[in-house]
């Protein structure tokens, strides 16, 4: 049975090639789209996404949610990252398709809500939507499946600071409501992410097995490689964003650590997501903190074929 899921998401380069997932996934029913600020303004993520529902040929709704950080100014956007229309500068026509009218958190109180206990919250971005869905339904976590978030650097360091994630950094104070919720967390972070790079061709034989959605990939992921290869000898790419669709497609791709975790909202160190492995501490400071499982070895061989196959189908 498809896995109902609602993908929250930035899109953002990374994004559009885990929403393809998604979409070609049949293990994989996606609901909806809520999008976030992150890799670029929130119209934008929502415009975005919505034009890869019109590529996909997917009717789904497409929802607009949080623009600022829980806590603070406006973030700055990772332009230098997906290029100034968050695909890679590849001038993609966008879609004119209408938004679905309701906030991204309302969205997910409503759908969690229409289908109690089989909802997956599968989220790709910054966490605002699923703090402030907490805030308007405080039973929510009940209502849940679970939550598998792409994001955090446990036991690795952080690709924004020394110590955060980009996800994690960009709202801290959203991330520590979330993670500190009564509902089962599954973290895929730096840990597994930003473990083995792919090979620039990897992109190249998504499009041959996929030349609409695979092809799209493709011609965006020229510049979002260019970013990666900065500095190294050979091209290399990172597909952060598919890790948590693939664990509910083959949990066996996947080694987890269970342990305790805590968010730091501390200036110098935000978005730090900081794990104590269960047994490791005595601390009532820990041992209080919501206990999630976290991912910390991928079978990456696996991984990509697994992605290739899924864009064949």
Known sequence: MAHKI?????????????????????????????????????????????????????DIPVTQGVGMPWV?????????????????????????????????????????????????????????????????DPELPKLVKGVKIMGGAAFVKGNVTPVAEANIWNDAFAAEIVFAADWDITMF?????NNVPFDPNFVDILAEKNAKLGGFVQQSAQFYIDFYSQGRDDRVCFFHDAFPLAYLIDESLFELTEGHIRISTDPLNRGQTSVAPVGTTASPLWLDAKKIKVATKVDHARLTSLFIDTYAQ
């Open 72 to 136: 603070g100014p406006e973030s700055g956007y990772a332009h230098f990252v997906h290029g100034d229309d968050g695909f890679g500068d590849i001038n993609f026509p966008a879609s004119d398709k209408p938004l679905d009218p309701r906030s991204s958190a309302q969205y997910i109180v409503d759908t969690v809500r229409e289908h109690p206990g089989e909802v997956t919250l599968v989220a790709i971005g910054p966490l605002g939507n699923l703090a402030l869905a907490l805030r308007l």
């Open 189 to 193: 972070g730096l840990d597994v992410t």
């Open 6 to 58: 609602i993908l929250d998401t930035d899109p953002g380069i990374d994004d559009a090639m885990a929403i393809f997932f998604a979409f070609q996934s049949p293990d994989i029913d996606v609901l909806g789209l809520t999008t976030v600020y992150g890799n670029v303004p929130v119209t934008m993520a929502a415009r975005n996404a919505m034009t890869l529902c019109e590529l996909a040929g997917q």
